[in-house]
């Protein structure tokens, strides 16, 4: 096998700080706007303090069809196992409803 068929360009890894800096440059209210057709479920932790929880509400607001869900004591990166579960669930029962 040519392994030079498998080559995958991988882009250059941001640090937390411009992530974080390019993702609060868009407009999130025009861009959530334009999601007319798709279902979107916001899994948010109760205890993130990295997103604040009224971007989720923001959300709710904007995109149609919506579902918002909350685990209560969850932070940012879910490192709690059972909360790690409850998030993997709740995207799996998303996806595969009818």
């Given at each position: 096998?040519?392994?030079?068929l498998l080559a995958v360009k991988v882009p250059k890894r941001l640090?937390?700080?411009?992530?974080m800096n390019e993702r609060v440059?868009?407009?999130?209210?025009?861009?959530s706007n334009a999601i007319k057709?798709?279902?979107v479920l916001t899994i948010h932790g109760g205890a993130d303090k990295?997103?604040?929880f009224a971007d989720a509400h923001e959300f709710a607001k904007h995109i149609q069809?919506?579902?918002l869900t909350v685990i209560d004591g969850a932070s940012h990166n879910?490192?709690?196992?059972?909360?790690a579960q409850q998030m993997?669930?709740?995207a799996a029962d998303f996806m595969t409803a009818a």
């Open positions: 096998m040519d392994c030079r640090s937390v700080a411009q992530d440059s868009h407009d999130m209210g025009k861009l057709k798709s279902s990295t997103i604040p069809n919506h579902q879910y490192d709690k196992p059972q909360h993997i669930q709740l």
